[in-house]
């Protein structure tokens, strides 16, 4: 079914950057709405930011200021702008989709992609 591929990940220094993306095989993200959770080792998996189909954003605390969500429904691709990373950020990275389209809730994951903040 729809499958969702995630790329930009890898290891940067404190007070970096990195982009992810997330890049779907058809033509859905006009009608969805999408965003990234993370998930470090030994921890819980948490939301990181949200972003509905009409393009209203909302984020963690932990990442509010520093995050920027964004959508391009022409290339089917959800990014996450991470800027002004620290350790804690460090984490596997899933992104999600999630359709309006009337036929019940469901939700398509990403791989993952693994995001590493060294100190």
């Known amino acids: 079914q729809v499958q969702l591929v995630e790329s930009g990940g890898g290891l940067v220094q404190a007070g970096g950057s990195l982009r992810l993306s997330c890049a779907a095989s058809?033509?859905?993200?006009?009608?969805?709405?999408m965003g990234w959770y993370r998930q470090a080792p030994g921890k819980q998996r948490d939301l990181v930011a949200h972003?509905?189909?009409?393009?209203?954003?909302n984020y963690a605390d932990s990442v509010k200021g520093r995050f920027t969500i964004s959508r391009d429904n022409a290339k089917n691709t959800v990014y996450l702008q991470m800027n002004s990373l620290k350790p804690e950020d460090t984490a596997v990275y899933y992104c999600?989709?999630?359709?309006?389209?009337?036929?019940?809730?469901?939700?398509?994951w990403g791989q993952g992609t693994q995001v590493t903040v060294s100190s």
């Open positions: 972003i509905t189909s009409g393009g209203s954003a």
């Open positions: 058809e033509s859905i993200f006009s009608i969805s709405a």
């Open positions: 999600y989709v999630r359709p309006n389209d009337g036929l019940g809730p469901r939700t398509y």
